[in-house]
């Protein structure tokens, strides 16, 4: 049961675009959720995350929307550059009265076009 | 220094071998991870431990013990294993944990820094 999930396996766009990537989850308890990169055989790299009381963050080119009544978040990276070229993991952690774990969507793999 | 550094980077293993996979991180980070990545999967989370205590084991067969020698160092032991389980394990680690019980209050920088893995292959 895939409680993380990234429709678009894949993505392409073109530089100086904006890239949307979305993600959807199922479990209602999860309050926490992160974007990472990766690029094959090296682990993943933190990008941004967001807390649940937040609907909104911003760091630099990235901004994560979160959309809790639709169990819903997106990534938006603006300008695209061809470095940003990767997949792009969404994760998710719930805070019960014990450890965090997280857990990751399918991906979606993102080319930009120079 | 968000680094956590896995090795050995490579490693090739028969049916019998037994080796170790070893992970380190000096964030003062209280929980560390091992997940396992097949190719075209994400990750996926095999053990937790917090405070250096085993917290979450996501059912993963006893070929695979993990062992957490003190608050910077993880190791996952590897015995008998499948061709199967070739793959990339991860190791992470991040600030909050579990101790004694006690629900650590404070949200801020709970993401996971990830080490560049150890890809493994078994023959």
């Known amino acids: 049961d895939q409680q993380v999930k990234q429709n678009s396996p894949s993505l392409s766009v073109q530089e100086g675009r904006i890239s949307i990537l979305n993600c959807d989850y199922t479990?209602?308890?999860?309050?926490?959720f992160l974007w990472y990169k990766k690029y094959p055989a090296e682990g993943p790299t933190f990008l941004i995350s967001?807390?649940?009381?937040?609907d909104k963050n911003e760091d630099g080119r990235f901004t994560v929307f979160l959309n809790k009544s639709a169990k819903h978040l997106s990534l938006h990276i603006v300008p695209s550059q061809p470095g940003d070229s990767a997949v792009y993991f969404c994760a998710a952690s719930a805070t019960p009265p014990g450890t965090y774990k997280y857990i990751f969507g399918t991906g979606t793999r993102l080319k930009v076009l120079a | 220094d968000t680094e956590v550094t896995q090795t050995p980077k490579h490693l090739v293993m028969g049916m019998t071998n037994k080796k170790s996979l070893k992970c380190e991180q000096h964030?003062?980070?209280?929980?560390m991870y091992w997940y396992k990545q097949k190719a075209k999967k994400p990750p996926e989370l095999m053990f937790v431990?917090?405070?250096?205590?085993l917290s979450i084991n996501e059912s993963v067969p006893s070929r695979f013990s993990p062992e957490c020698p003190n608050s910077s160092l993880l190791n996952l032991h590897l015995h008998a294993l499948q061709p199967e389980d070739s793959a990339l394990y991860l190791c992470?680690?991040?600030?909050?944990?579990w101790g004694g019980g006690v629900l650590e209050q404070g949200r801020s920088n709970t993401e996971a820094f990830f080490g560049q893995g150890t890809r493994l292959t078994v023959v």
């Open positions: 964030m003062g980070h209280r929980a």
């Open positions: 479990n209602s308890m999860f309050d926490y």
């Open positions: 967001i807390s649940s009381i937040k």
């Open positions: 431990y917090s405070y250096e205590k």
């Open positions: 992470a680690s991040s600030h909050h944990g």
